[in-house]
């Protein structure tokens, strides 16, 4: 068995990326994505973009800021792009962007974003381990590991564990704001 390695990796080593094609086992009465399949495949994008990063079995703990902007049709193309922002004590937070258009490349547009965090277990898919930090180097990817700190609070304060006071990241950008 190989040693997981805790060193920092940069976002393109996990960056993970889907295409799918919409048939109409996919679609519902109006001919358009179901939006329970589209979260089935961000699901795994994502989990495929931890894995990587974290060289361990991973388990989706929360899925934050889904919507639904733009319908998906029948016979559209589907381009999934999973990113990880930041990486914490034994959890990621992972970045999706969904992209269609149609068969022949026409139509571009994006159509749904979202956050996931998985955390990562041991061998025996049981107990949280360690992750290796991640290293932001484009101005984007540092945008999204600076908010990924608010994030996670808020997703936390949300789930009842830890207390809004908590939040000190939050509460900071609040007070910079007043
Ligand atoms: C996710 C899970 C492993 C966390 O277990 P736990 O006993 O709460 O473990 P811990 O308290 O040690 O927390 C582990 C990490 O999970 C994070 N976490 C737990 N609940 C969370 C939530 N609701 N939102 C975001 N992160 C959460 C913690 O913040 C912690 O991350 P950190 O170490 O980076 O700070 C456990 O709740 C689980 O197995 N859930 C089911 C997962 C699953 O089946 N997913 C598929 C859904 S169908």
Known sequence: MSKRSLDPKKVSESRTVMTELIMPNDTNPMGNLMGGYLMRWMDIVCAISAGKHTEAHVVTAAVDHISFQNPIKLGDVITLEASVTRAFNTSVEIYVEVFANDVKGQNARRCNHAYFTFV??????????????????????????????????????????IKPKEA??????????E
């Open 120 to 161: 990562a277990l041991d061998d025996k898919k049981r107990t949280p381990v360690q992750v290796p930090p991640v290293l932001p180097l484009s101005s984007e990817e540092q945008s999204l590991y600076e908010g990924a700190a608010r994030r996670r609070e808020m997703r936390l304060v949300l789930a009842g564990r």
């Open 168 to 177: 000190t990241e939050t509460r900071k950008m609040f007070a910079d704001l």
